[in-house]
Protein backbone atom coordinates (compact mmCIF):
# COMPACT_ATOMS: atom_id res chain seq x y z
CA UNK A 1 0.00 0.00 0.00
CA UNK A 2 1.04 3.61 -0.66
CA UNK A 3 1.87 4.89 2.74
CA UNK A 4 0.78 8.92 3.15
CA UNK A 5 2.03 11.51 5.99
CA UNK A 6 1.26 14.82 6.53
CA UNK A 7 2.85 17.37 8.36
CA UNK A 8 1.93 19.14 11.10
CA UNK A 9 -0.74 17.00 12.63
CA UNK A 10 -2.13 20.28 13.87
CA UNK A 11 -1.70 23.74 13.73
CA UNK A 12 -3.30 27.28 15.27
CA UNK A 13 -3.68 30.44 12.98
CA UNK A 14 -5.00 33.69 13.16
CA UNK A 15 -7.49 34.41 10.84
CA UNK A 16 -6.03 36.12 7.48
CA UNK A 17 -2.98 33.60 7.74
CA UNK A 18 -1.93 31.66 5.29
CA UNK A 19 -2.07 28.25 6.41
CA UNK A 20 -0.13 25.31 4.96
CA UNK A 21 0.18 21.61 4.86
CA UNK A 22 2.25 19.04 3.67
CA UNK A 23 2.06 15.80 2.40
CA UNK A 24 4.36 12.74 1.82
CA UNK A 25 3.33 9.85 -0.44
CA UNK A 26 5.83 6.70 0.22
CA UNK A 27 6.35 6.20 -3.76
CA UNK A 28 5.49 8.16 -6.88
CA UNK A 29 2.11 8.73 -6.98
CA UNK A 30 2.51 11.44 -10.12
CA UNK A 31 -0.29 14.00 -9.52
CA UNK A 32 -2.61 11.67 -8.21
CA UNK A 33 -3.64 13.39 -5.03
CA UNK A 34 -6.85 14.56 -3.93
CA UNK A 35 -7.05 17.01 -0.35
CA UNK A 36 -10.26 16.67 1.73
CA UNK A 37 -11.91 18.90 4.37
CA UNK A 38 -13.83 17.64 7.45
CA UNK A 39 -15.50 19.55 9.83
CA UNK A 40 -16.63 17.85 13.54
CA UNK A 41 -19.40 15.47 12.92
CA UNK A 42 -19.43 15.65 9.37
CA UNK A 43 -18.36 13.54 6.03
CA UNK A 44 -15.54 15.09 4.07
CA UNK A 45 -15.95 17.19 1.25
CA UNK A 46 -13.45 17.20 -1.84
CA UNK A 47 -11.91 20.62 -2.44
CA UNK A 48 -9.08 19.28 -4.39
CA UNK A 49 -8.51 16.80 -7.28
CA UNK A 50 -5.75 15.81 -9.11
CA UNK A 51 -3.12 17.55 -6.75
CA UNK A 52 -3.66 21.02 -7.92
CA UNK A 53 -7.23 21.36 -9.34
CA UNK A 54 -9.88 23.23 -7.35
CA UNK A 55 -13.73 21.03 -7.61
CA UNK A 56 -16.20 23.64 -8.89
CA UNK A 57 -17.71 26.01 -5.81
CA UNK A 58 -14.41 25.90 -3.38
CA UNK A 59 -13.39 29.08 -2.42
CA UNK A 60 -10.12 30.51 -4.60
CA UNK A 61 -8.11 31.06 -0.90
CA UNK A 62 -8.05 26.99 -1.34
CA UNK A 63 -4.97 25.69 -3.88
CA UNK A 64 -2.62 22.44 -3.81
CA UNK A 65 0.74 21.70 -5.52
CA UNK A 66 3.11 19.20 -6.12
CA UNK A 67 3.97 15.75 -8.30
CA UNK A 68 5.52 12.59 -7.36
CA UNK A 69 5.72 12.03 -3.62
CA UNK A 70 5.46 16.00 -2.30
CA UNK A 71 2.73 17.46 -1.87
CA UNK A 72 1.38 21.06 -0.63
CA UNK A 73 -1.98 22.44 0.42
CA UNK A 74 -2.58 26.11 1.27
CA UNK A 75 -5.21 28.03 2.26
CA UNK A 76 -4.27 31.55 1.62
CA UNK A 77 -6.30 33.97 3.92
CA UNK A 78 -7.43 31.69 7.21
CA UNK A 79 -11.17 31.76 7.60
CA UNK A 80 -13.25 31.24 10.62
CA UNK A 81 -15.19 28.57 8.94
CA UNK A 82 -12.22 27.05 7.90
CA UNK A 83 -11.53 25.53 11.11
CA UNK A 84 -11.88 21.67 10.14
CA UNK A 85 -9.33 18.39 9.53
CA UNK A 86 -7.74 18.73 5.93
CA UNK A 87 -6.58 14.53 5.09
CA UNK A 88 -4.56 13.87 1.47
CA UNK A 89 -5.90 10.81 -0.57
CA UNK A 90 -3.86 8.91 -2.97
CA UNK A 91 -5.24 6.85 -6.13
CA UNK A 92 -2.27 6.03 -7.70
CA UNK A 93 -2.72 2.65 -6.60
CA UNK A 94 -5.48 0.83 -4.92
CA UNK A 95 -6.30 0.46 -1.92
CA UNK A 96 -7.20 3.99 -1.81
CA UNK A 97 -4.86 5.55 0.67
CA UNK A 98 -5.41 9.04 3.15
CA UNK A 99 -3.13 10.85 5.49
CA UNK A 100 -3.97 10.69 8.73
CA UNK A 101 -5.09 14.08 8.85
CA UNK A 102 -4.36 18.46 9.82
CA UNK A 103 -6.53 19.73 12.59
CA UNK A 104 -6.65 23.29 11.85
CA UNK A 105 -7.63 25.86 14.29
CA UNK A 106 -7.99 29.46 15.15
CA UNK A 107 -5.81 31.18 17.28
CA UNK B 1 -28.21 17.06 -6.70
CA UNK B 2 -27.37 13.41 -5.26
CA UNK B 3 -27.70 12.89 -2.35
CA UNK B 4 -26.53 9.73 -0.57
CA UNK B 5 -28.30 7.76 3.21
CA UNK B 6 -26.61 5.34 4.87
CA UNK B 7 -28.93 2.94 6.66
CA UNK B 8 -28.77 -0.57 8.94
CA UNK B 9 -27.78 -1.70 12.06
CA UNK B 10 -25.92 0.28 14.58
CA UNK B 11 -24.87 -2.57 16.90
CA UNK B 12 -23.46 -5.57 15.88
CA UNK B 13 -22.39 -8.50 17.53
CA UNK B 14 -18.55 -9.52 17.48
CA UNK B 15 -18.81 -12.67 14.48
CA UNK B 16 -21.37 -11.34 13.20
CA UNK B 17 -22.02 -9.86 9.94
CA UNK B 18 -21.99 -5.95 9.26
CA UNK B 19 -24.84 -5.26 7.09
CA UNK B 20 -25.29 -1.52 5.14
CA UNK B 21 -27.53 0.00 2.56
CA UNK B 22 -26.90 3.63 0.49
CA UNK B 23 -29.77 4.79 -0.82
CA UNK B 24 -28.90 7.36 -3.99
CA UNK B 25 -31.39 10.19 -4.63
CA UNK B 26 -31.27 12.83 -6.47
CA UNK B 27 -30.11 10.71 -9.62
CA UNK B 28 -29.54 7.34 -11.10
CA UNK B 29 -27.05 5.34 -9.53
CA UNK B 30 -26.89 3.65 -13.48
CA UNK B 31 -25.91 7.37 -14.83
CA UNK B 32 -23.01 8.68 -15.69
CA UNK B 33 -19.31 6.81 -15.35
CA UNK B 34 -19.29 6.61 -11.36
CA UNK B 35 -18.39 3.95 -9.09
CA UNK B 36 -19.52 3.86 -5.58
CA UNK B 37 -17.42 3.59 -2.58
CA UNK B 38 -17.38 2.22 1.16
CA UNK B 39 -15.17 4.24 3.35
CA UNK B 40 -15.15 4.21 7.57
CA UNK B 41 -13.74 6.16 9.89
CA UNK B 42 -12.89 4.49 13.79
CA UNK B 43 -13.85 7.66 16.23
CA UNK B 44 -10.87 9.94 16.24
CA UNK B 45 -9.09 8.35 13.99
CA UNK B 46 -7.98 8.99 9.52
CA UNK B 47 -10.21 7.39 6.91
CA UNK B 48 -10.01 3.89 5.38
CA UNK B 49 -11.58 2.90 2.04
CA UNK B 50 -13.19 -0.53 1.69
CA UNK B 51 -13.85 -0.38 -1.63
CA UNK B 52 -16.26 0.47 -4.12
CA UNK B 53 -18.41 -1.02 -7.54
CA UNK B 54 -19.33 0.25 -10.09
CA UNK B 55 -22.73 -0.03 -12.24
CA UNK B 56 -21.66 -3.06 -13.67
CA UNK B 57 -21.12 -4.96 -10.54
CA UNK B 58 -17.22 -4.91 -10.84
CA UNK B 59 -15.72 -4.94 -7.74
CA UNK B 60 -12.55 -3.56 -5.79
CA UNK B 61 -11.70 -3.79 -2.19
CA UNK B 62 -9.47 -3.17 0.59
CA UNK B 63 -6.69 -6.28 0.30
CA UNK B 64 -7.05 -5.76 4.20
CA UNK B 65 -10.87 -6.25 3.92
CA UNK B 66 -11.14 -8.43 1.62
CA UNK B 67 -11.69 -11.66 3.00
CA UNK B 68 -14.63 -10.25 4.99
CA UNK B 69 -16.29 -7.98 2.39
CA UNK B 70 -18.61 -7.96 -0.13
CA UNK B 71 -20.43 -5.03 -1.65
CA UNK B 72 -23.13 -5.41 -4.00
CA UNK B 73 -25.46 -2.65 -5.85
CA UNK B 74 -29.22 -2.94 -6.86
CA UNK B 75 -29.80 -0.85 -9.78
CA UNK B 76 -33.67 -0.86 -9.53
CA UNK B 77 -33.70 0.68 -5.93
CA UNK B 78 -30.82 3.12 -6.25
CA UNK B 79 -29.34 1.27 -3.98
CA UNK B 80 -25.85 -0.02 -2.87
CA UNK B 81 -24.49 -2.45 -0.34
CA UNK B 82 -21.73 -3.30 2.13
CA UNK B 83 -21.75 -6.72 4.07
CA UNK B 84 -18.62 -7.06 6.50
CA UNK B 85 -18.32 -10.46 8.66
CA UNK B 86 -17.21 -12.16 11.40
CA UNK B 87 -16.56 -8.15 12.54
CA UNK B 88 -14.73 -7.92 16.01
CA UNK B 89 -14.45 -4.43 17.97
CA UNK B 90 -11.75 -2.88 15.94
CA UNK B 91 -14.41 -2.78 12.93
CA UNK B 92 -16.62 -0.15 15.53
CA UNK B 93 -16.54 3.05 13.18
CA UNK B 94 -18.78 5.54 11.18
CA UNK B 95 -19.48 4.13 7.80
CA UNK B 96 -19.56 6.71 4.89
CA UNK B 97 -20.87 5.64 1.29
CA UNK B 98 -19.31 7.78 -1.16
CA UNK B 99 -20.14 8.42 -4.98
CA UNK B 100 -16.72 7.69 -6.40
CA UNK B 101 -15.82 10.38 -9.72
CA UNK B 102 -13.40 8.71 -11.77
CA UNK B 103 -13.03 6.08 -10.25
CA UNK B 104 -11.10 7.62 -7.57
CA UNK B 105 -12.84 11.29 -6.07
CA UNK B 106 -15.04 10.69 -3.54
CA UNK B 107 -17.24 14.02 -4.73
CA UNK B 108 -20.24 13.23 -2.80
CA UNK B 109 -21.03 11.66 0.69
CA UNK B 110 -23.53 10.28 3.18
CA UNK B 111 -23.65 11.31 6.48
CA UNK B 112 -22.22 8.11 7.87
CA UNK B 113 -23.44 6.14 10.10
CA UNK B 114 -21.70 4.63 13.34
CA UNK B 115 -21.92 1.02 14.06
CA UNK B 116 -20.26 -0.05 17.01
CA UNK B 117 -19.44 -3.57 17.50
CA UNK B 118 -20.28 -5.55 20.71
CA UNK B 119 -21.78 -7.94 22.78
Known amino acids: DVQMTQSPSSLSASVGDRVTITCQAS??????LNWYQQKPGKAPNLLIY???NLKTGVPSRFSGSGSGTDFTFTISSLQPEDIATYFC?????????FGPGTNVDIK | QVQLQESGPGLVKPSQTLSLTCTVS??????????WSWIRQPAGKGLEWIGR???????NYNPSLKSRVTISIDTSKNQFSLKLSSVTAADTAVYFC???????????WGKGTLVTVSS
Open chain 1, 27 to 32: QDINNY
Open chain 2, 53 to 59: IYTSGST
Open chain 1, 50 to 52: DAS
Open chain 2, 98 to 108: ARTDRGSNFDS
Open chain 1, 89 to 97: QQYENLPFT
Open chain 2, 26 to 35: GGSISSGSYY
